[in-house]
């Protein structure tokens, strides 16, 4: 497998070449089922979600956070994604596609106006003081 400069911009179709090349180079495309990739990338779910297990609700950027964290944590961010674009190589998606469709269905269904006054109305429930004592239902 060639190396790539680190300057040049990552994108999805780099990142199915590079590991349809990988699998390939190893002889794992026998190995590479739908179902096997998929049960492949819930086992790195789950090791992305046992590096958050025990710390509760962190702040963006995770200041606090030792530089070999950070390291790990990218590592496993990584695996997530590198299963999922492999899965969605071998099942015929084009995830980038697949994903903006997806931002374009959620704009429809969460328009932003409806939402920024549910979150206004969510943030005043929470806060009995800020919405003069009337009472809500919560829907």
């Given amino acids: 497998m060639t190396g790539i400069a680190e300057e040049a911009p990552v994108t999805l179709d780099m990142l199915k070449q590079l590991m349809a090349e990988f699998a390939k180079e190893r002889d794992w495309d026998r190995f ?3 179902r096997n ?4 990338l819930v086992g790195e779910v789950g090791e992305l ?12 950027g995770l200041p ?3 530089e070999e964290e950070k390291v790990h944590l990218g590592e496993e961010l990584s695996d997530v ?3 999922l674009v492999r899965l ?4 015929g998606v084009d995830l980038g596609k697949a994903a903006l469709r997806k931002v374009q269905l959620n704009a429809i269904k969460y328009p932003a ?7 206004i109305s969510s943030t005043q429930d929470e ?8 009472a809500t239902d919560g829907d």
């Fill in 81 to 83: 994604l590198l299963y």
């Fill in 127 to 134: 806060n009995p003081s800020t919405n003069n004592g009337t």
């Fill in 37 to 40: 990739l998929l049960l492949a």
């Fill in 113 to 119: 106006k409806v939402c920024k006054e549910l979150s």
């Fill in 88 to 91: 969605s190589d071998i099942c």
């Fill in 49 to 60: 979600s046992e590096i958050f297990q025990w710390k509760g609700e962190v702040p963006k």
């Fill in 32 to 34: 590479h089922s739908p």
């Fill in 64 to 66: 606090n956070w030792k």
